[in-house]
């Protein structure tokens, strides 16, 4: 393999997921440069919801508090249909400390996320876009142009294509954008109501003419979206004319007050008054996704790779978890302690998710919409079922995305520890008790906190996890590990390779009630579970399992040069 360690990546697209992509290389020292081929950040609020998996994941990296602090948290929702209450929606069922939906103007979300990548050294390049490429083994060969007309040849050692929906990288390489557009025109406005509207909730109302929802950004702010306006768009602007970037395909002109009120009025049975519109506009919603994520040094992420229905609250953060899930990949592999064939766990992970996604989202836009056979099953059949407990766990684990699993990835091998977790799964951030030295092979001896506290203290995002449960003593499966055969005796590597990126804790159930969901999650008998850097699974095991461990460890990340040389 080339030896790219001090190449850069190249980022094309400015917005949260490049952003996260920039923060996430920049974590492991690998120089990027971020370009967007708009002169400035946009201004308006875009996608509004940050879902739990989003806040979790960003937790790791020290930017949830920030997004947190400034956000709105909804601790449920209301959906109504033909003037009565079908569905509350209960998120405080979640399974995680964000037991909640967290609204937020992505304006704000994508300032915050800059302002950090602004303390790591690095900055968007504004109105720089790449207009011809090509790649070989060494690296890709790319022509930017800057807004003053004047061009540039660079060549990073990959491409990540964060461009959004209308990406020009994608549609060079070929790759079909494959999905619908449909046919009903959507509106969506900013604005204040003022009227018996929780704003700890999100409000839904399904009726003939059409979905109408209102979500609140804190106070008396909501987002109103509608399908089927009845209105026709307008080439009037007025005071927010800007277009709407759910999911693309969106017309300049928006709805004005009085029409967003009327629409109001047509679909809720609770009397409000809307006021104080600061943005609004027409779209139409796509649903489509690539079939491939890679093509040799060029990664889709984000809108480039997938867009959704704004049902659900999915799209943003899909693409931040893309990002997560791409940058330590990419990182160990320029950084020489991983083969290249980890890069192709990328697509393997997130398309199979993607596409559940996708279907999900569909789904709801469907059931919610009028003139829907499947509306009228849902406004008849929902206060039956989707108020039981069990119906709203998997709800709202499902839409707050902690549900979501790569088990099918082959970077995901179980040997069936004990408890219901398996490999593949998200790790929860379950309540522990940690009884003796963590361990690397980088800090041998360092002592972990002991005592109550819980699995996040423990992960690191630029480094795995090795979490030994319900061990008496730990120290014959430590032995055990440090001892076992490589089958790559000739490496100059101290003792195994892989033991440089992976720290080691014992762990256990604290006592009493507390101790209840550590013994679902990981059982009563001892355990390994290797946690990736963005808090998957990797590889599940009972202490009879350090043989399949080690070779599962030497085949992912041993280095590739190495590998061949032995």
């Known amino acids: 393999m080339p030896n790219v360690t001090n190449s850069f990546v190249l980022i094309a697209g400015g917005g949260p997921t490049g952003i996260t992509a920039a923060l996430e290389l920049r974590r492991f020292g690998i120089p990027v440069r971020i370009i967007d081929e708009k002169e ?18 960003l937790e790791l990296r020290g930017l949830a508090d920030k997004l947190t602090r400034i956000g709105h948290r909804a601790t449920g929702g209301d959906i109504y249909g033909d003037g009565k209450l079908l569905v509350h929606i209960d998120f405080t069922k979640i399974p995680s400390s964000y037991n909640y939906l967290l609204f937020l103007s992505q304006n704000e979300t994508d300032r915050v996320l800059r302002e950090c990548l602004e303390a790591e050294g690095a900055a968007i390049e504004w109105g720089v876009k790449m207009v011809a490429f090509g790649q070989d083994p060494g690296g890709v060969a790319a022509t930017l142009e800057h807004s003053d007309g004047s061009i540039e040849e660079v060549r990073p050692a990959y491409v990540i294509d964060a461009e959004g929906a209308h990406s020009i990288i994608r549609s060079t390489v070929g790759l079909d954008f494959k999905g619908k557009t449909l046919d009903e025109t959507f509106v969506l406005g900013d604005l204040h109501v003022t009227g018996d509207l929780p704003n700890s909730h999100f409000h839904i109302f399904s009726s003939e003419q059409g979905v109408l929802g209102l979500f609140p950004l804190g106070g008396s702010h909501f987002r109103l ?12 602007g007025g005071p927010a004319s800007q277009p709407a970037q759910p999911s693309g395909s969106a017309v300049p002109a928006g709805p004005t007050l009085d029409e967003l009120q009327a629409i109001y009025d047509q679909r809720s049975h609770i009397p409000a008054r809307l006021h104080q519109l600061t943005w609004s506009s027409y779209f139409h919603i796509n649903s489509r996704m690539v079939k491939t994520m890679r093509v040799g040094r060029i990664f889709l992420a984000g809108d480039a790779a997938h867009i959704h229905s704004p049902a659900g609250a999915q799209g943003m953060n899909t693409g931040i978890q893309d990002a997560m899930n791409l940058g330590w990949k990419l990182a160990f592999v320029m950084r020489g302690i991983a083969p290249e064939k980890l890069l192709d766990t990328y697509e393997q992970d997130r398309v199979p998710a993607l596409r559940s996604i996708l279907n999900t989202t569909e789904g709801m836009t469907n059931i919610a919409g009028g003139h829907s056979i499947l509306r009228t099953f849902f406004v008849h059949l929902a206060p039956l079922i989707a108020n039981a407990d069990l119906v709203q766990e998997s709800a709202v684990s499902r839409i707050s995305q902690v549900a979501l699993n790569y088990r099918s990835s082959p970077l995901s091998e179980d ?13 929860p951030d379950l309540e522990i008790r940690t009884a003796s ?6 800090s041998l001896g360092a002592q972990a906190p002991t005592g109550a506290q819980r699995i996040f203290s423990l992960l690191n995002p630029s480094r795995f996890t090795l979490l030994l449960a319900n061990f ?16 790559l005796p000739q490496l100059p590597w101290p003792e195994i390779p892989w033991l440089q990126i992976v720290d080691i804790f014992d762990i256990s159930a ?3 009630e507390a101790g209840k969901p550590f013994t679902e999650c990981l059982g009563v008998k001892p355990s390994i579970t290797l946690v990736r850097p963005d808090a998957y699974i990797g590889f599940r095991g009972t202490e009879s399992s350090v043989e399949a461990f080690t070779k599962y460890c030497n085949k992912w990340f041993a280095p590739a040069a190495q590998k061949q040389a032995a």
């Open 40 to 57: 400035g950040p946009a201004s308006t609020s875009r996608a509004v919801g940050i879902q739990a998996r989003t806040l979790e994941g």
């Open 472 to 487: 008496a003593d730990s120290a014959a499966i430590r032995a055990k590990i440090n001892q076992s055969n490589s089958p």
């Open 437 to 442: 030295p963590g361990t690397s092979a980088a």
């Open 415 to 427: 040997n069936f520890g004990d408890g219901n977790l398996v490999a593949g799964d998200r790790i």
């Open 510 to 512: 604290p006592p009493g």
């Open 225 to 236: 979206v509608a399908g089927n306006p009845g209105v026709a768009p307008s080439a009037a």
